[in-house]
T-cell receptor, first 113, second 116 residues
Framework: DQQVKQNSPSLSVQEGRISILNCDYT??????FLWYKKYPAEGPTFLIS?????DKNEDGRFTVFLNKSAKHLSLHIVPSQPGDSAVYFC????????????FGQGTRLTINP | ETGVTQTPRHLVMGMTNKKSLKCEQH?????MYWYKQSAKKPLELMFV???????ENNSVPSRFSPECPNSSHLFLHLHTLQPEDSALYLC???????????????FGPGTRLTVT
């Protein structure tokens, strides 16, 4: 049973607009959430994270929102740029340590000029 | 070299072959990981090593055998694999203990494995 789900396999957004990527989880024990970005032929790179004690974390154009009651998090990218075209993975970890990450299946984001 | 490197980048092997994947990290980290990513499936954690000691084996079949001779190097020895083992194998490293908010795990580019 998949504990972290990204239900949209792909998303297409116009350059300059907002991109919103969604992630749902089922395990209420998760206490830390991360977003990774992956370009073709490269490994995933860390983008932004959020602790379960917060509901928002912002870093430049990237903002992650966490809704614990809905077990839902989202990544907002604004404004979207062509270089943001990549696969985005949501991941979650347990309180005993962030070494055991549980990943979603990824969403392919395409930014159109 | 910087970051996390993996060799080879591509590997084709028969079911009776024995091969090894290599990972090296140049970040001074103490923990290393093997992940498997099959087509259209999430990354699956396979093994975790902390200070050269295996601390996690996520029910991985014995045809996959990890080795961590030191904190900078990690190997995955492969033998008698099945076609369903074809996947992207990713190595990662991190500080130990992993401090929340410190950027988590750093990944290598992966080895694309095809078992024929």
């Amino acid at each position: 049973d998949q504990q972290v789900k990204q239900n949209s396999p792909s998303l297409s957004v116009q350059e300059g607009r907002i991109s919103i990527l969604n992630c749902d989880y089922t395990n209420s024990m998760f206490d830390y959430f991360l977003w990774y970005k992956k370009y073709p032929a490269e490994g995933p790179t860390f983008l932004i994270s959020i602790s379960s004690i917060k509901d928002k974390n912002e870093d430049g154009r990237f903002t992650v929102f966490l809704n614990k009651s809905a077990k839902h998090l989202s990544l907002h990218i604004v404004p979207s740029q062509p270089g943001d075209s990549a696969v985005y993975f949501c991941a979650a970890s347990y309180p005993e340590g962030a070494q055991k990450l549980v990943f979603g299946q990824g969403t392919r984001l395409t930014i159109n000029p | 070299e910087t970051g996390v490197t993996q060799t080879p980048r591509h590997l084709v092997m028969g079911m009776t072959n024995k091969k090894s994947l290599k990972c090296e990290q140049h970040l001074g980290h103490n923990a290393m990981y093997w992940y498997k990513q099959s087509a259209k499936k999430p990354l699956e954690l396979m093994f975790v090593y902390n200070f050269k000691e295996q601390t996690e084996n996520n029910s991985v079949p014995s045809r996959f055998s990890p080795e961590c001779p030191n904190s900078s190097h990690l190997f995955l020895h492969l033998h008698t694999l099945q076609p369903e083992d074809s996947a992207l194998y990713l190595c990662a490293s991190s500080q130990d203990p992993l401090i929340a908010g410190e950027g988590s795990q750093y990944f290598g580019p992966g080895t694309r494995l095809t078992v024929t």
